[in-house]
Nanobody
């Protein structure tokens, strides 16, 4: 599967952005989808995950209550709605996919076989 992330930009603290990740292929609904982010000088970190069916989600503590992950399997797209943005949310955001049959920890970037190219999110104070 090929992934294309979009929707990043520059926003003031307290603002909102919605990221999108469009996937190619007809098997999108068989993938667990996640968002990760990487700030300069830091390791890539888990942000949010959504099950293949959309029935379950999980979030990093740092974004819980502010970010919402969702997916539209008919459109082969996963979204990340980001509200109440903070300067510390500044990073390149990546979408990632892995087979729904894979059982390893979804918090680890190593567990994902497919990655989008990343989209820059900058939050000014």
């Amino acid at each position: 599967v090929q992934l294309q992330a979009s929707g990043g930009g520059l926003v003031q603290a307290g603002g909102s952005l919605r990221l999108s990740c469009a996937a190619s292929g007809r098997t999108f609904s068989t993938y667990t989808m996640s968002w990760f982010r990487q700030a300069p000088g830091k390791e890539r970190e888990f942000v949010a995950v959504i099950a293949w069916s959309g029935s379950s989600t999980d979030y990093a503590d740092s974004v819980k209550g502010r970010f919402t992950i969702s997916r539209d399997n008919a459109k082969n797209t996963v979204y990340l709605q980001m509200n109440s943005l903070k300067p510390e949310d500044t990073a390149v955001y990546y979408c990632a996919a892995r087979s729904k049959y894979y059982s390893g920890s979804y918090y680890s970037a190593l567990a994902y076989a497919y990655w989008g190219q990343g989209t820059q999110v900058t939050v000014s104070s």
